[in-house]
């Protein structure tokens, strides 16, 4: 456990297990705590790196919007920090975004990504969703009290006070538009993009967003000769929701399988 002083901000993180190293990035409202039984998983063959993004878990806010890139910058940095030789990135909601924005921002300092359960358009998302997210806002915590959200931001959060504060940022980033079809179209990290087949876009958005990496335009072939030129994949899994498709054993088995490949 320590703290690392990257881009503007104190940043917590852990480091569990050993072997090539990967960032593990967590949900919104969330800490490193969120991936529970699947960190073990994680570890058993790999160096986990888990950072609490900006103004989640024990890492304190800053005075800047919660900016997926302006969060991978963060990871950026602190893989230069500690002096990390391109270790993969996998992350979850909006430690997906982050991850994907690490990959389109910073390609040169990682291997390969895993974005889960992140959408790249706003308008992708289910109408009703939208509406919920339009209703998080600092006055909302009075109704969050009994959640394991606010649970958490009180007993590991160095100001405990600021979730609503908290609270007023996430709803403003999920207020703003994106679109990120170019950069996406232009990547050149290896990026497993994978999803819930029920999660808050729904499956033939992510199908769309492996299309954009060269994904289902072709036969794959014997050899795999036919498979997207990039080394991307998709995987959408089954019988899960964006809710708990973190805590399920195929999370980490998925991603571990696109990870663990060997280089081509």
Known sequence: ???????????????????????????????GEMFGANLDRFAADHQVILPDLQGHGRTADVDRPIDTATMADDIAALITHLGLEKPDVAGF?????????VAIRHPEKIGRAVSGSAGI????????IL????????????????????ELYQRVAPHPDHFPRLLDKIGETMAKDYDLTEQVRGLQVPTLIMAADADMCPPSHFVEVFALLDGGQRDG?????????????????????????VDSPLFASTALAFLDQPAQ
Not at 13 to 27: A, K
Not at 238 to 243: A, E, I, K, Q, V
């Open 121 to 128: 358009r706003r308008d992708a998302i289910h109408p009703e």
């Open 131 to 150: 509406e919920q997210q339009g209703q998080v806002t600092g006055a909302a915590v009075e109704y969050m009290k009994d959640t394991p959200m606010y």
């Open 93 to 101: 909601s909006l430690g997906g975004g982050v991850a994907l924005q």
């Open 221 to 245: 072939g014997w050899m795999g000769e036919g498979r997207p030129k990039g080394g991307h994949a998709l995987a959408i899994l089954p019988g899960l929701t964006h809710y708990n498709v």
């Open 1 to 31: 456990m320590a703290y690392a002083d990257v881009n503007g901000i104190n940043l917590y993180y852990e480091i569990h297990g050993s072997g090539r190293p990967l960032v593990l990035l967590h949900g919104g409202l969330g800490s």
